[in-house]
């Protein structure tokens, strides 16, 4: 057996996606479409395949020069997109002279290819279609004797007209006599060639597999699908050894200010979070990307944060540990004074000084995507500047340019970056990214992280707007952690309670920002509740720990907030 896979088209309804991917290299879990594909093939008992190619033909030539298939795997490169009929016809000297199997490289199936070619094999007809029904889809009409009548258009759900319609899956068998019906030298479509075949009273033989799974991803809703149909009981045998007998239950869980989805998928008792980060789009780094080898590195350094055992970096899609849904908001917002609570905290900053130093030791800087370090660049642009555009004059509608703000701005960076370290940075540790599973304390959310001043989170979540603490309990915790970090590695107590305080303004800037963009623009009104809170925190920390002359103009715009 001989097969050809269709790989030359320029998947335009998959775009933005394609313009830097080709289609059949779009990632099925583990592997691409196309390698899924091709390893079906040599189980089907293929000898040889050759793969057209034309919209970023060099990438797919790339992936096969890298890959060792026992079987001989060739290109045939069009200049010029030939259709499907016309890119057979090019290869014809590729055939022999027995039947050739052709393939669309856009599908995923369980369809047995052998099973296909020894059907086409027995029944002695030029060609044969596999066929199979899918609402929506269904176009091609068969008679009950299982020959091919015509190509339609769709059929009308409403309706009960026969003949049956069905999709044709992109999985054919044909004959070298096919040859005869397809021009040479330009773009033809193999369907025109069977269409004029049955006008010639020449029969094309259907295969039916309405029973087996297939779905073609030419879309990004299909796509997405196709990739949790066969991702999902890959994560259960990876995380329980077994695949889900029952069903698997897929429930949204509630958002928060991420345009990330979330869900809990359930089987048997047994339960999965899954995180979807939506398609790869082509940026240099993806959330996704950063998520999983981020967790995996904080998970090998002994940081509690949940395991993760299957994911999809292109398509978004990462499976994780399911840790319940008590979050520590939820906790203390139950007993905000109580001693619990306190100890709850010392507990959960002796976690955070073993991230700092844990997280960054062997941290990879190529694994962020949005940057590498929470540098002066980042302060005055993402903290900064996102607090002036969307919190003043979004929000507050003062109109004040940044440039107003600047010299405070640039004080500010210029002090963060004379008194703090740098550790592994988690960038969002508040009460909201902080899970308590029984006695075990977990941090979620780290995707942002990279290296940056160690100060950063613990102000981050001490000033929490949603669990708003006591400055008394702030201020005790703040040296509890001075203390803590002291015994596993020299600091200055001094030096690290200003870095402290001034990584404090900028934690709090970017809440404001953040607290107003996902109000006014994403339409998340219930962020606004906590404005008040985060407004109120910045004035006490600029006026208490700083001196006069230190962010006037700052606390002067301040004053015209209520």
Known sequence: MKAMILAAGFGTRLLPYTRLIPKPLFSMGEKPVLEIL??????????????????????????????????????????EILGTGGAIKNVENFWGDLPFMVINSDIITDINFKTIYDFHLNHGFAATLVLTDCTGLNSVSADSAGFIRDF????????????????????????????????????????????????????????????????????????????????????????????????VLKTRLKGDGSDRGWFRLESEKKT??????????????????????????????????????????????VFVEDLGDTLLQKVVLKNPDSNGTRKLYEKITKALCHMWIRGADGFDISWTYQSAHYDRRMILDQECRYFTESFLNGYLGLKIGFEELAGDFNHLADRIAAFTGEGFMHRDFQSRNIMINGTQIYFIDFQAG???????????????????????????????????????????????????????????????????????????????????????????????????????????????TH
């Open 38 to 79: 091709i390893e079906n093939l040599i189980q089907a008992g293929c000898h040889e395949v050759i793969i057209n190619t034309h919209h970023l033909a060099d990438q797919i030539e790339l992936f096969l020069s890298r890959k060792h298939f026992p079987i001989p795997v060739n290109v045939s490169y069009e200049p």
């Open 450 to 560: 990279r290296l940056g001043p160690i100060q950063y989170d613990l102000a981050s979540l001490l000033i929490d707007p949603y669990t708003a603490l006591s400055k008394d309990l702030q201020a005790h915790l703040l040296e509890f952690c001075i203390h803590f970090l002291n015994s596993l590695m020299p600091i200055s107590p001094n030096d690290f309670k200003r870095g402290f305080h001034y990584c404090a303004v900028s934690r709090n800037l970017q809440i404001l920002g953040a607290f107003a963009h996902l109000s006014l623009i994403k339409k998340k009104r219930w962020f606004e509740a906590y404005i008040p809170q985060a407004i109120n925190t910045l004035k006490n920390n600029l006026y208490v720990f700083f001196e006069n002359k230190e962010f006037r103009r700052l606390k002067y715009v301040l004053e015209k």
């Open 272 to 317: 999965l979070i899954l995180g979807d980060h939506g398609i790869y789009a082509g940026k240099d780094n993806c959330e996704a990307s950063a998520f999983v080898k981020i967790g995996q590195h904080l998970h090998n350094r002994g940081v509690h944060v949940p395991r993760i055992f299957h994911e999809n970096s292109f398509s978004g899609h």
């Open 152 to 247: 339609w258009a769709p059929q009308d759900p409403g309706k009960n007209e026969k003949p049956r319609r069905f999709t044709f899956t992109g999985i054919q068998v044909l004959d070298k006599q096919i040859l005869e019906y397809l021009p040479g030298g330009g773009f033809y479509s193999i369907i025109d060639a069977y269409i004029h075949m049955i006008k010639n009273g020449n029969k094309i033989k259907a295969f039916f597999a309405t029973e087996n799974y297939w779905k073609d991803i030419g879309t990004p809703e299909r796509y997405r699908q196709a990739v949790l149909d066969r991702m999902i009981p890959e994560a259960f045998l990876k995380a329980f050894s077994q695949y889900p007998l029952d069903p």
